[in-house]
């Protein structure tokens, strides 16, 4: 079981930036890949990054590469995700996830555990 904790969500200006961080309890953080997911209301939970299991693997849609960073320290059970030239379509709240599947996976039904989420708002 692992249970995870978003936080750094807020509203920041187009082109600004926010860190999101989540925080992850259990002693196996290390053996799961992690993503990070975004929702707004009516529409489905998209895919926005995720990271292998030991951190030297990284993923992203066109959407947000070369503009978010996920990283993540297995020592402090947290990933991390760095979010550059925000925009007002980035607006949504942010989920992170947890997943344990043999590849690293890009959809929501890939993941096995699931956070509260947290607002992200872009201001123009």
């Known amino acids: 079981q692992v249970q995870l904790v978003e936080s750094g969500g807020g509203l920041v200006q187009a082109g600004g930036s926010l860190r999101l961080s989540c925080a992850a309890s259990g002693r196996t953080f290390s053996s799961y890949y992690m993503g990070w997911f975004r929702q707004v209301p009516g529409k489905e939970r998209d895919f926005v990054a995720a990271?292998?299991?030991?951190?030297?693997?990284?993923y992203y849609p066109s959407s947000v590469k070369g503009r978010f960073t996920i990283s993540r320290d297995n020592a402090k059970n947290t990933v991390y995700l760095q979010m550059n030239s925000l925009k007002p379509e980035d607006t949504a709240v942010y989920y992170c996830?947890?997943?344990?599947?043999?590849?690293?996976?890009?959809?929501?039904?890939?993941?096995?555990?699931w956070g509260q989420g947290t607002q992200v708002t872009v201001s123009s």
């Open positions: 990271i292998s299991s030991g951190g030297s693997n990284t």
């Open positions: 996830a947890a997943g344990s599947k043999l590849r690293v996976g890009v959809s929501r039904n890939e993941y096995d555990y």
